[in-house]
């Protein structure tokens, strides 16, 4: 009986810390309302009253989810700040809020957690590598793609067996347990041996070793493995498509109406592909950027 | 509750390969377990200190590591493993026979000094006073923890799924991302089967526990 009343305290205890934490939120869009033409406030007055833009601009900061072990797109560097081309489309569309670098916080959003933290509200957008497809749309939104990867091989350099997933029956293929590119090959590839390890990474050795014959995931993350080492080589065009788009709350459709007018304008004025040069484009051909698909 | 129902033969695929990872890495971890214990008490100091190196390093060493060790590290220096099921045998039953060990050895320590010394006393050798007199009676008081031992490794297979073994574990994070929208009832489903697994083996050690019982 104690430890209940214990716990109804505690939940208690966590609705008016909530009810404190929405008043926040809430106050201080109508007081912009108010206050509107403040010259200070400018940016939250471009965009309609209420909308999660106004709000964001308005407190002039962000909470943005990314990969931190993703080369190219989205990996943390001894400084603690992420680096790639997520990252930089993160900046792209928070400048477009009025919110400067100084102003965004980056949060970590592994595979298993994205869907979580948009629902919990943990995050208010997340750019990672994050596959648009229709069991995720059921729980979140996206805008985008803004690129389109798609599942690839790597083999030894000498490997001359293994020119494309033609090749691929009757060979062992190393990728992580639990992933996207497992479920495709089990699904596609039924004469493949598939090695699952929990990283990518940890499939190198093995590669390398002769113990598997080649590693399967997308062309992005095995074009960083190529990139770093010469005995490493992408092999054949991606066999699937991996549209990456920006997962966002369910149905906040006029955000996410929104960021696709914001990457439109930057494929246009060429923001999308100094982006692209700037990060995965020092290792990767600069691909034309994918239609934006308003579902 | 459907998605277990649904994908109950894929289940049982995983759960068969962790069923057979913990019954050989059993029988295994058994005997060396035994043996480690009786050098660990026998007259020969080198083989004495041998059993306590190896016991205390694998005891105090992270399952993990064990498998980075003989996957990614024993490679290095030329040792190449078949990758799979039988290396994870190999792990899981090097790392538990330690445990064995330390739960033979306590049930040979519960047995009185003057039981191995009057077996001396009769003329009967290392090999005969520890077998005909002192595991027999070590058995009794050995076999909870040997069970609380064997519930562990049954557990620990689950190590297994990020070293290319494919059991019940691995199995969970397959069906998670192919029913990506009931992932809680996936592992809820793991969960039942490594139930299935440990709690007999409890109920086990507690039927032999009342067998075996008796009031020294």
């Given at each position: 009986m104690r430890s209940r009343r214990g716990a109804v305290a505690v939940i208690a205890a966590m609705t008016l810390a909530l009810t404190a934490c929405s008043s926040d939120t809430d106050e201080p869009a109508e007081e912009d309302a108010a206050a509107e033409g403040d010259a200070t406030e400018g940016a939250a007055a471009d965009?309609?009253?209420?909308?999660t833009m106004a709000e964001l601009a308005e407190a002039g900061s962000i909470t943005i989810g990314t990969k931190f072990?993703?080369?190219?797109?989205g990996l943390v560097g001894p400084d603690g700040v992420p680096q790639g081309f997520d990252v930089e489309i993160a900046k792209l569309i928070a400048a477009e809020l009025g919110?400067?670098?100084?102003?965004i916080e980056w949060v970590e959003t592994t595979s298993q957690v994205r869907e979580d933290f948009i629902e919990t509200g943990q995050v208010d957008f997340i750019v990672a590598t994050y596959t648009i497809n229709d069991d995720r749309k059921e729980r979140i939104s996206f805008a985008g793609p803004y690129y389109e990867a798609g599942q690839s091989i790597l083999t030894?350099?000498?490997?001359?067996?293994?020119?494309?997933?033609?090749?691929?029956?009757?060979t062992k293929v190393c990728t992580v347990s639990g992933s996207t590119p497992e479920k495709n090959l089990l699904e596609n590839f039924p004469d493949t041996e598939v090695v699952p390890f929990?990283?990518?990474?940890?499939?190198i050795d093995p590669l390398r070793n002769g113990q598997v014959d080649a590693v399967s995931t997308d062309n992005v993350i095995l074009a960083g493995f190529a990139a770093d080492n010469d005995d490493l080589e992408v092999r054949g065009e991606p066999f699937t498509e991996e549209p990456y788009g920006i997962g966002l709350a369910k149905d906040d459709t006029e955000f996410r109406d929104w960021i696709n007018d914001t990457l439109e304008a930057a494929y246009e004025d060429g923001r999308w592909t100094e982006a692209w040069e700037a990060t995965a484009g020092t290792v990767l051909p600069t691909p034309e950027p994918p239609a934006v698909d308003r579902y | 509750m459907d998605v277990i129902v649904d994908n109950l033969p894929t289940y049982l695929q995983g759960f068969a390969t962790t069923l057979r990872l913990t019954l050989y890495s059993g029988a295994l971890a058994l005997v060396a377990g035994v043996l480690l214990a009786a050098l660990r008490v026998s007259p020969l100091r080198p083989l004495r200190a041998l059993s306590a190196v190896y016991v205390e390093v694998l005891r105090n060493t992270p399952l993990t590591l064990v498998f980075f060790g003989l996957v990614f590290v024993a490679p290095r220096f030329g040792l190449i493993t078949p990758l799979g099921f039988w290396t994870a045998v190999i792990c899981l039953s090097a790392y538990t026979a330690a445990f064995v060990s330390e739960a033979v050895r306590s049930g040979i320590n519960s047995v009185g000094v003057g039981q191995a010394e009057a077996a001396r006393a009769i003329g009967l050798t290392f090999g005969q006073t520890l077998g005909e007199v002192v595991l027999p009676q070590a058995v009794r008081s050995v076999i909870p923890p040997l069970i609380n031992v064997f519930i562990a490794l049954a557990k620990n297979t689950s190590v297994a799924a990020g070293f290319a073994v494919v059991e019940l574990m691995a199995t969970g994070r397959r069906l998670g991302v192919a029913n990506a929208a009931d992932g809680l009832w996936v592992l809820v489903g793991v969960a039942v089967f490594y139930l299935l697994l440990t709690i007999p083996l409890g109920l086990v050690a507690g039927a032999v526990e009342r067998k075996v019982a008796f009031s020294r």
């Open positions: 965009f309609p009253e209420g909308s072990d993703q080369p190219l797109f919110i400067d670098e100084d102003g030894l350099a000498e490997n001359e067996d293994i020119e494309g997933p033609d090749d691929l029956a009757g929990g990283t990518y990474a940890e499939c | -």
